[in-house]
């Protein structure tokens, strides 16, 4: 393969959209691949979202819903496929929307990505926290965690009064904001040092995450409780108390399934990574949709194994449901393997969450950069440098590590923060699809290399209609929460758009801006160079 090639014809497609070639293309087909798979990480929402599974319904929300949800997902990626086929830049889902749907469409696909983005490093942030406290800090040194974890305040141990319930939780709240904190500034670090740096560990996290997989699953199944698999064809309500309160609303079967979706999906998302790291990677209109389906693909299938092998340890599925949130890290303490084994299990597990993060800051960070190389955001001109030595766009991934923090700061429950990440990604994914229904064969006539052809369009209904019905599940209690986030998310982009935007903001080049902009993408690659 001629590597020089891809690079002047990727160089060539770019210069073609009006953009230079400013970040460095270092990336492959499988590190492309690997930052998704990286992101979707199956031991990070796989395992921290388990109990959601299992309390809304049960053994066949776990497995079934897994299939259904990750098929959707699958639905998506492939959507969204064609359209980076065509267009292959930073931030992906916002240049697609503008130059599918208009300016204003991209705009508020931009903020909207960039705000589930947030919640992706921020979500994966507090597993971190939690499995390295619960798993390796606990687990593996034995350590006493009690004054570092919260207290379920209606539920009061006798020996305990509501004051030092309110103290405890104050202390653990303000200890898990400083631990995310520093686990963010570290995943910073090693993005602002360059994308060889982030390429190598994204690859290392993508084979870490195949073989602990692998050997997790086979552990939960050998030293499991029983091999039944009629429990992943059975479904049972556990919504309200039977969840152990996990859902604390009771709700009719189908609302519980639906809310039970979240936990595939919020597991299986991020994948528009492969895109926004376009500008990086070699041959990108072919590896980047590659990239995005195959990542989905390989966690679809991996996951689902590893959940049927978490069902069938379980010794009592009634049990395991009450535990609510505490469910898996019960099941996986029980579970009567070697004390080593599980040591080393742990670690790798917190190990694959950290890198799950640091892969979605690389994503938040492109989506920063290339927004505000448009003039999208405040301070666009900061934001959009890129480091000469580094070849990074440093400014952007330490403003997207302190948005993911201070996301924590008002809601610092992992599982509204999960539900949020899942909401408003599949909310900007089915965007830049919705705008490709309506301007295929009219106005976009310009395709890259993979086509759906006659499947375009039914898929990209597929794919509006269950975005619809995620949003129904995102806002369920105990994730109505996000109800104010989404209200004052639309409402703000409205006012802004219409009171000051509209005017201003231009847009991703298009027509003749493109040609007079060529003289400047010259100049820009020279300055790097130099």
Same mark, same amino acid.
């Given at each position: ?24 293309? @270092?990336?492959? %087909? ?28 049960? #053994? ?97 141990? &006798? ?61 939960? =199944?050998? =030293? %499991? ?27 009719? %079967? ?17 994948? /528009? ?12 209109r072919n590896a980047v949709p590659r990239g995005m389906m195959q990542s989905v693909f390989w966690s679809l299938v991996f996951g689902f194994v590893m959940a049927v092998a978490f069902?069938?340890?379980?010794? /009592? ?10 469910? $898996? ?12 084994? &599980? ?22 960070? @492109? ?23 580094? @070849? ?5 991934? $330490? ?9 924590t700061l008002y809601s610092p429950a992992f599982a509204a923060l999960a539900a949020g990440c899942a909401l408003f990604l599949y909310v900007s994914y089915a965007m830049p699809i ?12 310009? =395709?890259?290399?993979?086509?759906? #052809?006659? $499947? ?45 935007? @509209?005017?201003?903001?231009? %847009? ?7 040609? &007079? ?14």
């Open positions: 393969m001629d590597e020089n090639k891809f690079t002047t014809e990727d160089e060539r497609q770019l210069h073609s959209m009006g953009y230079a070639q400013e970040l460095s293309r @270092r990336m492959g %087909g499988f590190q492309n691949f690997a930052i998704s798979f990286s992101i979707i990480c199956i031991l990070a929402g796989g395992i921290t979202s388990f109990p959601l599974a299992i309390s809304s319904g049960g #053994g066949f929300e776990a497995g079934i819903g897994w299939l259904v949800g990750g098929v959707f997902a699958m639905v998506v990626a492939t959507s969204l496929g064609q359209i980076a086929s065509a267009y292959p830049t930073a931030g992906g889902l916002y240049h697609w929307s503008s130059i599918l749907g208009g300016r204003g469409w991209g705009w508020a696909t931009a903020w909207i990505n960039m705000l589930g983005l947030v919640f992706v490093v921020a979500s994966v942030n507090v597993g971190v926290w939690q499995l390295f406290r619960d798993l390796v800090a606990a687990g593996v040194f034995g350590a006493d965690v009690t004054v570092w974890t919260s207290v379920d305040v209606t539920a009061l141990p &006798k020996d305990m009064t509501m004051d030092q319930a309110v103290a405890i939780n104050s202390h653990a709240y303000w200890v898990q904001v400083i631990a995310v904190a520093i686990i963010t500034a570290a995943q910073a670090l090693f993005n602002h040092f360059g994308i060889k740096i982030t390429t190598r560990l994204t690859d290392f996290s993508g084979y870490l995450i195949f073989v602990v997989a692998i050997v997790l699953t086979l552990t939960f =199944f050998i =030293f %499991g409780a029983t091999h039944d698999f009629s429990r992943i064809f059975t479904f049972t309500n556990n919504s309200g108390d039977p969840g152990g309160g996990y859902l604390p609303t009771a709700r009719v %079967g189908i609302v519980a399934f639906l809310v039970g979706l979240l936990y595939p999906l919020y597991t299986i998302t991020g994948f /528009d990574a492969s895109a926004h790291t376009s500008e990086e990677t070699r041959d990108a069902i069938m340890a379980a010794p /009592d599925m009634t049990a395991l449901a009450k535990d609510g949130a505490a469910s $898996w890290f019960n099941l996986f303490n029980s579970l009567p393997a070697p004390a080593i084994l &599980k040591d080393i299990l742990a670690i790798a597990i917190v190990l694959a969450n950290f890198l799950c993060a640091l892969a979605g800051l690389t994503s938040i960070s @492109r989506m920063i950069y290339a927004f505000a190389r448009d003039g999208g955001l405040p301070m666009s001109g900061t934001l959009a440098k890129v480091n000469p030595t580094y @070849r990074t766009p440093v400014a952007a991934i $330490w403003t997207g590590g302190v948005l993911s923090v201070a996301a919705a705008a490709g229904v309506m301007a295929e064969g009219k106005t976009w006539t310009d =395709f890259g290399p993979f086509r759906l #052809g006659m $499947w375009s369009k039914p898929l990209a209904l597929i794919s509006m209609a269950g975005v619809l019905v995620l949003m129904y599940a995102g806002i369920q209690p105990p994730f109505d929460i996000l109800i104010n986030y989404a209200v004052g998310t639309i409402v703000l982009l409205v006012v802004l758009w219409f009171g000051f935007e @509209r005017k201003r903001f231009k %847009g991703p080049p298009i027509g003749d801006e493109i040609a &007079k902009r060529q003289a400047i993408i010259a100049a820009q690659e020279k300055a790097l160079a130099s």
